[in-house]
């Protein structure tokens, strides 16, 4: 009987101390000297993702986390995916963070201005994105930075971009100026995507949009330089020199020279204070523009002041 209670006794030291021993693992964190993101494929078995938290040095030892994790039903609510680990963490505190569904987020941004077939070339190139993708009609992408997780389609960011640039335009079309020659918001997508490319200088992008709106009331040409570039590449390359008066000459509805009013499409995507900057333009008399040389443009009512402009141009670049 003394061997006995003996045994029991040391049997219930033995479990009592394992069991404390277990809390203040499981409880105690780890030191996370720096951002950890780890990565959960997709079907990993609960022994799996053990020994991949074990490797990235985030749990002291598997067999904790795999007794924790079934106890407590984690296995099934854990996700597949990144997860970024900044500070601390104990073990517990890692088995909710991975049930969580709270991803690490990556980013990728359109700039302004960039045609469809760029922006295909930016999904192309990521390679955090997964899967084919349709390329999107001129225009239909809004410039922006996007949030994806690893491995999400790249078919799914372009929708992403479509809506939000159908939500800008539609939102600048119902709160547009009174009076402006245009007879939908895809002309005025159209127009925002000349403006978005004729000045890279956020405060002229109003004063250029009314040398444009300005134009249009007077049924004159347009004339303006990027759609004739886009009449050379199709928004598919850089044309890589300046233009020339044979360029001028080209036989394309995109070219504003030779024909009158709005090309057919887009030339670009244009950011939203460009289409804002069409919605509501400046009130001038300017019919011209033309490079100051210093980043910006002069402007003119005339065509003698809009020459006088260009000598000023040409004399500055020499």
Same mark, same amino acid.
């Given at each position: ?19 404390? &021993? ?9 030191? %996370? ?6 990565? /959960?494929?997709? +079907?990993?078995?609960?022994?799996? $993702? ?38 601390? %963490?104990?073990?517990?505190q890692l088995a909710e963070l991975l ?7 990556? &980013? ?10 760029? /922006? ?37 960011? $372009?929708?992403?971009?479509?809506r939000a640039m159908a939500y800008v ?20 997508? $159209?127009?925002?995507? $000349? %403006? ?21 009331? &007077? +049924? ?11 009449? !050379?590449?199709?928004? &598919? ?27 057919? =499409? ?17 009130? =001038?008399?300017? !019919?011209?523009? %033309?490079?100051?040389? =210093?980043? +910006?443009?002069?402007f003119a009512r005339t065509l003698n ?14």
């Amino acid at each position: 009987m003394k061997k006995l209670l003996f045994l029991l006794i040391f049997l219930g030291g033995a479990t009592a101390f394992a069991y404390f &021993k277990a809390v203040q693992i499981i409880h105690t964190p780890i030191p %996370v000297y720096e951002n950890v993101i780890v990565q /959960i494929p997709s +079907g990993a078995s609960l022994e799996k $993702i053990a020994a991949i938290l074990e490797d990235a040095k985030l749990i002291e030892n598997r067999y904790y986390f795999l007794l924790y994790a079934k106890f407590n039903r984690i296995y099934p609510r854990i996700k597949a995916g990144e997860y970024l680990v900044e500070h601390d %963490v104990s073990l517990t505190q890692l088995a909710e963070l991975l049930a969580s569904g709270k991803l690490y987020m990556r &980013k990728i941004t359109f700039p302004e201005g960039k045609t469809s077939c760029e /922006i295909g070339k930016i999904l192309q190139n990521n390679n955090l994105l997964d899967g084919k993708f349709n390329l999107p009609d001129e225009g239909t992408i809004l410039p922006e930075t996007y949030t994806f997780s690893r491995g999400e389609n790249r078919q799914k960011i $372009i929708e992403q971009g479509q809506r939000a640039m159908a939500y800008v335009l539609e939102q600048a079309w119902q709160e547009r100026d009174a009076g402006l020659p245009l007879k939908n918001k895809e002309e005025m997508l $159209i127009l925002a995507s $000349i %403006v978005e490319k004729e000045t890279g200088v956020a405060s002229e992008r109003p004063q250029v949009a009314s040398v444009f709106i300005n134009r249009l009331r &007077k +049924g004159m040409l347009l004339q303006t330089d990027p759609t004739v570039i886009y009449a !050379l590449t199709l928004g &598919k390359k850089d044309l890589g020199r300046a233009l020339t008066r044979r360029d001028l000459e080209i036989d394309s509805p995109y070219n504003t020279y030779k024909y009158a009013g709005l090309p057919p =499409t887009p030339i670009c995507n244009p950011g939203k204070a460009a289409i804002m900057a069409v919605a509501h333009p400046d009130k =001038t008399p300017y !019919l011209y523009f %033309v490079a100051s040389g =210093t980043g +910006g443009h002069n402007f003119a009512r005339t065509l003698n002041e809009h020459n006088a402009n260009v000598q000023k141009w040409r004399r500055f670049n020499k």
